[in-house]
DNA sequence: GTGATTGCAAATCTTTTGCACTAAA
DNA sequence: TTTAGTGCAAAAGATTTGCAATCAC
């Protein structure tokens, strides 16, 4: 890779969808992309920015938020009333949702699968299908090994 | 079935995990219950109540739909950062979720199957398994006969 | 009667908006 | 310049909370 330092790759994304690159989005950017995948809130988006002595209002995050997932760049994932993750990896792929800890963990796409999806309602088209597996807190009993099977089509 | 009256319905799923069946509760428990599934936010359910002359407060309501959903009678699904429904039908079973319109469809359990499912982290258990598949205004195109495959494991 | 439940209004929390100011092209 | 973008503070929603009044048992 020649040219993936941080900065560069933000402002490449920025520019790759036509979003002018500004100190703001830029510094959003660079939190949100450098360094891997990461699941983040506004919130936590904005005080990381403010720790990172980039100061960017509550406002503009959001806006950068919300700009970035109607991009393409970015995912959001509603996992609770109230709180809703981005998530930078837009590729395709699965959520573990910890309710008692509010930890998101990926789960790649190619372990998990859903066949027999019905056929959507006549006028629409499918944008999307989003699997959350919701984790509880205390693990009593042993974990499943690879399958747990939601419906009935498929057998073990 | 000799006694499904609705009100009998409802009264026995109030008892039946031991909330007491005051006249909001069993309003609200008949609204929900009575007529099949159905989908219904909060403030749905409040404005229901009031035009069926059955004035209960926001706030029991909240208190009730999340008193229900924690003894199983009801299930949360949250589909947008401020937007939950309350889904009367807890078996086995996933969603459409038409972002246009914001209405929600019960898509049968059987009609979708998830396979492959990764273990759940240590110290976890999983509680359920969330598919939402997000459909989007127009159908440009044909639909899907009858499989979408998600992840790479299974072949057609 | 007694503790559970309710209603109201205020408080919280998250997210959006309006508008004057600032900066990128 | 010129227009997009930003910050602030207020507004808007959704949901929760505190507490006195009320109701079920």
Redesign the pocket.
Known sequence: MTSDRPFKRALDRLTAVG???????LALARLLFDGGDRHI???QLHAEALGAHM??????V???L?QLTASGLLREVVVE????YFDTNVSEHHHFYHEATGELIDIPGNQVVVTDLPVAPPGTRIARVDVTIRLTGQSETAMRPTGCYVGSAAAD
């Open positions: 979003l002018r690159p500004t100190r703001q989005r809130t506004a919130e100061p960017v209002s509550l406002a503009t959001y806006n950068t919300h009333p109230g709180k809703s």
